[in-house]
């Protein structure tokens, strides 16, 4: 069975940093692409960035760059979202998601975790 | 960047009804579309892939339908367990990719 456990949120202070973890199993985790979704309180998705199976590729939404780090630790089963300079409205449950291809050789989204929430305020 | 509508915003039926979602993007993303639904205090869970592909476990009474910048979510005959919220997602310029603002199926 797949399972995605996040972990790492709460609350922070506006322009502080916050280190998000997501512990896989029941698959082989090195072979997947991953990505973060967030959702802020009451609206709704928003993809956050992606990284490949063997971290060479990262891609981020424009509202993160600079600010947000993705990686993985391949031998611990480990996904991260290293997040700095926080701003209110990064605040969110921020999801762990897996990426699969598809039959048309793109990826989508088909398993995810609980979520972790972050709330950034003073 | 792409832009997903989805219409309406809230959809009341009651169960049994057959309910239609749409999802609108601003320019074609061929058939690179899903489907997720979402129950209050749960992870999205995916339903529909490709545009058309029912993923695995969901039921028949879930299909997708469409392709370029036009899709259907139809849900034939609503169980009580459908009552969600629906989110389309495209991923055309993967590994990037943009989701719509959801629809609320609620009971009418």
């Known amino acids: 069975e797949v399972q995605l456990v996040e972990s790492g949120g709460g609350l922070v202070q506006p322009g502080g940093s916050l280190r998000l973890s997501c512990a896989a199993s029941g698959f082989t985790f090195s072979s997947y692409w991953m990505s973060w979704v967030r959702q802020a309180p009451g609206k709704g998705l928003e993809w956050v960035a992606n990284?490949?199976?063997?971290?060479?590729?990262?891609y981020y939404v424009d509202s993160v760059k600079g600010r947000f780090t993705i990686s993985r630790d391949n031998a611990k089963n480990s996904l991260y979202l290293q997040m700095n300079s926080l701003r209110a409205e990064d605040t969110a449950v921020y999801y762990c998601a897996r990426e699969a291809r598809t039959d048309y050789d793109i990826f989508q989204i088909d398993y995810w975790g609980q979520g972790t929430l972050v709330t950034v305020s003073s | 960047e792409i832009v997903l509508t989805q219409s309406p915003a809230t959809l009341s039926l009651s169960p049994g009804e057959r309910a239609t979602l749409s999802c609108r993007a601003s320019?074609?993303?061929?058939?690179?579309l899903a489907w997720y639904q979402q129950k209050p205090g749960q992870a999205p869970r995916l339903l529909i892939y490709?545009?058309?592909n029912r993923a695995t476990g969901i039921p028949a009474r879930f299909s997708g339908s469409g392709s370029g910048t036009d899709f259907t979510l139809t849900i034939s005959s609503l169980e009580p367990e459908d009552f969600a919220v629906y989110y389309c997602?495209?991923?055309?310029?993967?590994?990037?990719?943009?989701f719509g603002q959801g629809t609320k199926v609620e009971i009418k």
């Open positions: 490709d545009a058309s």
């Open positions: 990284i490949k199976q063997d971290g060479s590729e990262k």
């Open positions: 320019q074609s993303v061929s058939s690179y």
């Open positions: 997602q495209q991923r055309s310029n993967w590994p990037r990719g943009t």
